[in-house]
């Protein structure tokens, strides 16, 4: 197999290197989201698998076992954490040794709570979780709070491996990850020119699927590989995360092609790199303060300039911002990133309470939107 | 037959107008200059009251728009049109970005809104509504909604009040009781007022008396057969809780219980058709259906969950208000069957309305309250529709067979 083969297939298959992991003999560690600090887990010996929601993976069980324990205005989620409740419900990552749950938006967070109340309802069998609290506001207290749950996590960590995760481990894990963001940063960085928004988004899964130099490696060797795109309008996406490449590939269908975006399957990846002159557990408690809970920082200015820079160094043509159903993240910030946009002269399309995958509603609203661009 | 509208309290008409005139003096102080303050319900609003700032709880003004003035769909379309969530938390919001139907003249500019990370949208929508005002936003961490992670031990309801430290993860308190002290500075720099440690502490203590009153207010509306006082009279009294530990919300409270107390012992009914008793295990105002209930069937929707919440607002401390309040502000309360099942046995009801999704089929909330030998109705929203009083007719005519 290629190397661009065997990163499709990982993308493919999320679950599969992690599981031939533990079939091995080794240990996993499941996360949601992408501020988790996988390095740290690596150190710690463990596989690194953040959970990765899909369409396919949407079985309800979330509705049938979770929605039926709490008041409707309790349990409110986009479907793309449906899909990783689904999963965890189904026993999808049964082989995983935990599952660790951010503070993260309310839907993420409340996962920890969900699956332990499901187990004791109806006596069914989910994943360990571990809780890695996290304080959004952006201020001394909270800092040092993050900070606190982060050497909680190290210590739980140390603990589950049975020895003291030593600065060597996790400076080599840092290097690791520092080369896989690299990757993923460079293949972000070719799209339009070189390669498909929806290659890049697939490989970018690739970077959460497998172990970090495994994905350095596989990367690299395939950049070469992969066709460039016809010549379109560079696009920006921003709003809900994407999990799959549904709106990616829907884009190039109608002659586009997404070069960045701010979601957290993404190039996001690529801004979590970490500096090689700090000590490495102060550099991973620093990301997570500073890292975007699910695209939560405070003030939203923070947010609408992070964006706006990133549109412009990636020189797109147009932005187009997609808001799950559900997303009550995106849905209140989403309007004024889009005023911002629109503001700086960017042509910007809003599209709200979007489906799971992409319906024929947002193809008829993209493709007037591409049409009525300028040539 | 028409169900007699329930009788009106005096005690709680003096509610209704003391609400609208603290907005009306509100305005003028803030005309002549003087701070104004927005929080959450369960923020920031003692420390606010020690500063002596005006401060309007947010759940509340909502429940103002919607349910009093009944202007929801008006401001969710408002809300719609800017491209935000049409959702109850933003309806404050909504109502400042277009002023002209904003009920009862709608808010002055406040010097500083506390926002909340109850949920992302929350914050948002706090900063959102700060940035429509030109004001501060200042969020807090952590606040009731955000704990998942702390379990609650069981009869937390009991508990709330003598042993909160049970009830809250000491890390978060302590995380919260530094950003309140940092707010506190914040606002005395600012507003270059002292923050009154004393006065503080006896707001806190005016607090739990207050709430000690409702809760005796309470339970003499529960026992009483039959209902003295409607649910539409209780949740307009409940607005005493949006203004805390003040000598003037604590007057108005002692002179509900004064009129309960009259009420209860001259045997009055506040719906003379009443046979059967209902609870709603829900957070809304007395439902539109409550006329047809009580016609047809003579069956009184006695309370919901709010007449016990309030009481839920009262902390025990040892000397330290601050982190007594903190551990409030993690956690109020939680919305779930154990404790709805023992209101409804407080308030002597043999029925439970729950608001449930259509084919939610057998949910822990049915289980819990049907365990405890009551009759559970799931609806699938607060209306009064052919199809809700269907549902209701079938439940009612099963239960009374």
């Not at chain 1, 996988?38 to 979330?62: C, D, N, V």
């Not at chain 2, 009306?24 to 927005?38: N, S």
């Not at chain 2, 009420?263 to 007395?286: C, F, K, Q, W």
């Not at chain 2, 040892?318 to 502000?329: E, F, T, Y």
């Amino acid at each position: 197999m290629s190397a661009l083969a065997l990163l499709r297939a990982a993308a493919a298959d999320p679950e599969a290197a992690a599981r031939a992991h533990k079939a091995a003999g080794g240990r996993v560690i499941a996360f949601l989201c992408d501020n988790v600090p996988s390095e740290l887990i690596a150190a710690a010996g463990a596989f690194p698998l953040r959970l990765h929601g899909r369409p396919a993976m949407r079985t309800r069980a979330a509705e049938r076992l979770i929605d039926t324990l709490y008041p409707p205005d309790v349990t409110q989620r986009p479907p793309f954490v449906a899909s990783m409740l689904d999963m965890l419900i189904d026993r999808v990552v049964d082989f995983v040794d935990a599952v660790i749950v951010p503070h993260n938006r309310n839907a993420v967070q409340a996962i920890h709570r969900e699956l332990n109340d499901a187990a004791a309802e109806h006596g069914i069998g989910v994943p360990r979780t571990w809780y890695l609290d996290k304080a959004w506001s952006p201020d001394a207290a909270g800092r040092a709070y993050d900070r606190a749950a982060i050497l909680g996590l190290h210590e739980r960590l140390e603990a589950f491996a049975g020895r003291a995760i030593p600065d060597a481990d996790l400076a080599a894990a840092i290097v690791d990850g520092n080369a896989a963001r690299a990757m993923v940063g460079r293949i972000s960085a070719l799209r339009g020119a070189e390669i498909q928004g929806s290659d890049a988004l697939q490989l970018i899964a690739a970077f959460w699927a497998l172990p970090h130099a495994r994905f350095a490696e596989l990367a690299a060797a395939a950049l070469g590989e992969l066709a460039p795109p016809p010549p379109g309008p560079r696009l920006y996406l921003g709003g809900s995360p994407q999990d799959h490449t549904g709106l990616y590939t829907l884009v190039e269908r109608l002659g586009a092609t997404i070069v960045t975006e701010d979601h957290c399957w993404g190039v996001r990846a690529a801004d979590g790199m970490l500096p090689a002159d700090v000590a490495p557990l102060d550099a991973i408690a620093a990301r997570f303060q500073d890292f975007p809970a699910c695209s939560i920082r405070f003030p939203l200015q923070r947010t609408i300039d992070a964006n706006l820079a990133r549109a412009r160094a990636a020189r797109v043509d147009a932005a187009i911002f997609a808001v799950a159903d559900r997303d009550s993240t995106q849905a209140w910030e989403t309007p004024e990133q889009v005023a911002a946009f629109r503001g700086a002269g960017i042509p910007t399309l809003h599209l709200r309470r979007q489906p799971y995958e992409p319906d024929g509603a947002a193809t008829d609203l993209i493709g007037a939107f591409l049409q009525g661009l300028p040539r | 037959m028409t169900a007699e509208k329930p009788r009106r309290l005096a005690s709680v008409d003096a509610i209704r107008a003391h609400q609208r005139s603290w907005l009306e003096q509100t305005r003028r102080r803030v005309a002549a200059g003087e701070p104004f303050a927005i929080c959450n319900a369960d923020d920031f609003e003692e420390i606010f009251t020690a500063f002596d700032i005006p401060a309007l709880v947010i759940n509340y003004w909502n429940s103002v728009i919607t349910f009093s003035e009944r202007k929801g769909p008006h401001f969710s379309q408002v809300l719609d049109e800017a491209g935000y969530e049409p959702s109850n938390f933003g309806m404050g919001l909504a109502a400042t970005i277009a002023p002209a139907e904003a009920p009862w003249g709608g808010l002055p500019k406040p010097a500083i809104i506390v926002g909340t990370t109850r949920d992302e949208a929350q914050l948002r929508v706090t900063e959102l509504w700060a940035r429509a005002f030109d004001c501060e936003c200042y969020p807090l961490d952590f606040s009731w909604v955000s704990q998942f992670s702390h379990p609650l031990p069981a009869d937390w309801w009991a508990w709330h009040r003598s042993r909160s430290g049970e009830m809250t993860d000491p890390a978060r308190v302590d995380l919260r009781v530094a950003q309140l002290r940092g707010l506190i500075a914040h606002l005395e720099r600012k507003l270059g007022r002292r923050f009154d440690e004393a006065a503080f502490a006896d707001i806190m203590n005016r607090l739990n008396t207050q709430m000690d009153r409702w809760r005796e207010a309470m339970d003499l509306i529960a026992a009483a057969r039959p209902l003295p006082v409607s649910l539409r009279e209780q949740m307009a009294a409940y607005q005493t809780v949006w203004q805390r530990g003040t000598p003037e919300n604590l007057q108005l409270v002692e002179d509900f219980l004064a009129e309960v107390r009259g009420l209860a012992a001259d045997g009055v009914a506040a719906h003379p058709e009443e046979r059967v008793r209902i609870y709603m295990a829900t957070s809304g105002n007395d439902p539109q259906f409550h006329g047809h209930l009580r016609e047809r069937w003579g069956a009184a929707i006695v309370s919901n969950r709010y007449s016990a919440i309030a009481p839920m607002y009262a902390r025990d401390f040892d000397g330290d208000p601050l982190r007594a309040l903190a551990r409030r502000q993690l956690f109020l309360f939680d919305k779930e069957p154990h404790w709805e099942v023992h209101e409804a046995k407080r308030w002597g009801a043999e029925i439970v309305i729950g608001i449930e999704p259509e084919g939610a089929g057998e949910t822990r909330y049915r289980r819990v309250v049907e365990s405890a030998g009551l009759t559970y109705i799931p609806i699938p929203r607060d209306g009064d529709t052919p199809e809700i009083r269907e549902i209701l007719d079938r439940a009612l005519t099963a239960h009374l067979a």
